[in-house]
């Protein structure tokens, strides 16, 4: 996870590709399954893909007993790669276009 504090990429072009994106969003989903959640990391063939404006936070960074914390201050163009179990729970790795950088993440479902 960044230093969200210090993380000011000059601008929102897209640098890195898709493909590229996905490779560094495994390292996440295998992080998050080893330390947060499991919930559909492995399914690689659910996996699905879109870019869309998020906020930084913490999924990576926090401890057991810390709640999640959002930069809503931040905004930045992401590679969103989602994958689900069969029963709809998932997580989701937010990776900046123009540095490839994992600037967050969530769990979702029951």
Do not use: W
């Not at 590709?17 to 959640?37: D, L, N, P, T, Y």
């Not at 998020?54 to 930069?71: A, L, M, Q, V």
């Not at 069969?86 to 937010?94: F, P, R, T």
């Amino acid at each position: 996870m960044v230093d969200v504090d210090n993380y000011n990429p000059e601008s929102n072009e897209i640098k890195i590709s898709e493909e590229k994106a996905k490779e560094i969003a495994q390292k996440g989903f295998e992080e998050s399954a080893r330390r947060i959640s499991e919930e559909g990391a492995s399914n690689k063939e659910t996996e699905r893909v879109q870019i869309r404006e998020e906020s930084p936070n913490n999924y990576f960074t926090r401890y057991i007993y810390d709640g999640d914390k959002i930069y809503m201050n931040k905004k930045r163009k992401c590679y969103v790669i989602t994958r689900e179990n069969d029963i709809g729970n998932g997580i989701s790795i937010l990776v900046d276009v123009t540095t490839g950088i994992i600037i967050g993440g969530y769990a979702f479902g029951d």
